[in-house]
């Protein structure tokens, strides 16, 4: 059984910083890429940013500069660490891990950042 979960949100003031841990497990195939979306209530999904096998990353445009994602050598795990938040960055924050065309989704953790 695949397991993707996440870990470290929480509660911050503006300014602050948080990092996001994600561990994919049970996967016994190679994973392509790991990445993050975020959900704020009444929004739409929106990407975030992810990271290939070989390192290459990209971001959504808002996160460029305050956001890095960072992966393990064993390639089944990733960070988000999350600098100088914004109240605009609040929402359930999902790990993706994508693996021979399917895409495994964990159950969520939420980033609340107050002004």
């Known amino acids: 059984q695949v397991r993707v979960v996440e870990s470290g949100g929480g509660l911050v003031q503006a300014g602050e910083s948080l990092r996001l841990s994600c561990a994919a497990s049970g996967i016994i195939f190679s994973i392509n890429s790991m990445g993050w979306y975020r959900q704020a209530p009444g929004k739409q999904r929106e990407f975030v940013a992810r990271?290939?096998?070989?390192?290459?990353?990209n971001y959504v445009g808002s996160v460029k500069g305050r956001f890095t994602i960072s992966r393990d050598g064993a390639k089944n795990t990733q960070y988000l660490q999350m600098n100088n938040l914004k109240p605009e960055d609040t929402a359930n924050y999902y790990c993706?891990?994508?693996?021979?065309?399917?895409?495994?989704w964990g159950q969520g953790t939420q980033v609340v950042v107050s002004s």
């Open positions: 990271i290939t096998s070989g390192g290459t990353t």
């Open positions: 993706t891990a994508d693996a021979l065309g399917t895409t495994y």
